[in-house]
């Protein structure tokens, strides 16, 4: 009787669950969503999908080009902006014109931070500290300052959210150092942002993807990428490692990619586009076969289990076998 009662506890929990993901905020119309990194990639195709729904889309836009092929796409209600999130002055500049741009009295409904880097493939030890400055500057940084500058504006709304693009590697070190670290960093400013807006009728959310085929993770160019940092680390490094090393794990990396990289990447701009338009939204979007079921699992495992089977995936370095 205990099991019975328990079981159809759980049964009506997921169903209110799945009913309330179902509803949708209403007035599309009237609601104001900036978007980073809209060039190509996510961003891009989010901002087209919310113009199309009708919301007033300010997307961000890094170059000229991006802006004006996005603008000869969409309609006449979508605004590009430009924005380089790694300087502040353009991110003031950015916010700027999006406030002057907003009707009056308005504000932001939801900010979308997605612009990122991968920063470059190789071991910590063959990459310079410019590396890790650069990729932290625009996944982690860019994030922290869009949504300082811009928080004002949701915050005159009374209510809206913030949606920041993370990474399954924000909660299992399954990529390169600075990706790693940046995208941890992503977790922990999000969640510290949520308990300190909880009552402010501000949401805090976050995108997983696993590995998708985007211009973000390119086989070849993770290739050229792997040989390049391995010349321009110092000799002593290069030697401990040594170009047996350098090529394995160019064949690894290929081989995993070829495995697990998924081309759906609609399936992101469905996460991206509920967590904007539902009504209770969650607050972490896993998406991919491999965060669901292979990562998930390793992330839940005994520390020490997880790190000997991710460890089981990487080669020797020649001046270890010694």
């Given at each position: 009787?205990?099991?019975?009662?328990l079981?159809?506890?759980?049964?009506?929990?997921?169903?209110?669950?799945?009913?309330?993901?179902?509803?949708?905020?209403?007035?599309?119309?009237?609601?104001?969503?900036f978007?980073?990194g809209?060039?190509?990639?996510f961003?891009?195709?989010?901002a087209?999908?919310?113009?199309?729904?009708?919301?007033?889309v300010?997307?961000?836009?890094l170059?000229?080009?991006?802006?004006?092929?996005?603008?000869?796409?969409?309609?006449?209600?979508?605004?590009?902006?430009?924005?380089?999130?790694?300087?502040?002055?353009?991110i003031?500049?950015?916010?700027?014109?999006?406030?002057?741009?907003l009707?009056?009295?308005?504000?932001l409904?939801?900010?979308?931070?997605?612009?990122?880097?991968?920063?470059s493939?190789?071991?910590?030890e063959?990459?310079?500290?410019?590396e890790?400055?650069?990729?932290?500057?625009?996944?982690l940084?860019?994030?922290?300052?869009?949504?300082?500058?811009?928080?004002?504006?949701?915050?005159r709304?009374?209510?809206?959210?913030?949606?920041?693009?993370?990474?399954?590697?924000?909660?299992?070190?399954?990529?390169t150092g600075?990706?790693?670290?940046?995208?941890?960093g992503?977790?922990?400013?999000?969640d510290?942002?949520?308990?300190?807006?909880?009552?402010?009728?501000?949401?805090?959310?976050?995108?997983?993807?696993?590995?998708?085929r985007?211009?973000?993770?390119d086989?070849?160019?993770?290739?050229?990428?792997?040989?390049?940092?391995?010349?321009?680390?110092?000799?002593?490094v290069?030697?401990?490692?040594?170009?047996?090393?350098?090529?394995?794990?160019?064949?690894?990396?290929?081989k995993?990619l070829?495995?697990?990289?998924?081309?759906?990447?609609n399936?992101?701009?469905?996460?991206?586009?509920?967590a904007?338009?539902?009504r209770f939204?969650k607050?972490?979007?896993?998406?991919?076969?491999?965060?669901?079921?292979?990562?998930?699992?390793?992330?839940?495992?005994p520390?020490?289990?997880?790190?000997?089977?991710?460890?089981r995936?990487?080669?020797?370095?020649?001046?270890?076998?010694?």
């Open positions: 009787m205990i099991v019975e009662t079981v159809l506890l759980i049964i009506l929990f997921l169903t209110v669950r799945w009913f309330l993901r179902g509803l949708k905020v209403r007035y599309y119309g009237n609601k104001h969503v978007i980073t809209c060039d190509t990639g961003g891009n195709l989010l087209k999908r919310l113009d199309t729904l009708g919301f007033r300010y997307a961000g836009c170059t000229a080009k991006g802006m004006d092929d996005l603008k000869a796409t969409c309609s006449k209600y979508l605004t590009t902006v430009e924005i380089d999130v790694s300087k502040e002055t353009s003031q500049k950015a916010r700027h014109d999006v406030e002057r741009k009707p009056k009295g308005k504000g409904w939801a900010i979308v931070n997605n612009a990122g880097v991968p920063g493939i190789g071991p910590i063959w990459l310079p500290a410019s890790f400055r650069r990729t932290i500057e625009i996944n940084f860019g994030v922290i300052f869009v949504t300082k500058e811009f928080l004002p504006l949701v915050r709304e009374k209510s809206g959210r913030i949606v920041n693009m993370s990474s399954i590697c924000g909660r299992l070190a399954v990529a600075p990706y790693v670290a940046s995208e941890f992503v977790e922990g400013f999000s510290q942002l949520r308990y300190e807006l909880y009552r402010s009728g501000i949401s805090v959310h976050i995108i997983e993807p696993g590995y998708f985007t211009g973000i993770v086989e070849e160019a993770i290739r050229t990428d792997l040989h390049a940092t391995f010349e321009q680390a110092p000799r002593e290069q030697k401990y490692y040594g170009e047996i090393y350098r090529d394995e794990t160019v064949e690894k990396n290929s995993l070829t495995t697990i990289m998924s081309p759906k990447i399936k992101v701009v469905e996460a991206y586009e509920h904007v338009t539902s939204p607050t972490r979007y896993v998406i991919g076969w491999d965060a669901q079921i292979p990562f998930r699992i390793l992330w839940n495992l520390e020490w289990m997880t790190g000997f089977i991710v460890s995936t990487m080669s020797t370095p020649e001046g270890a076998k010694i």
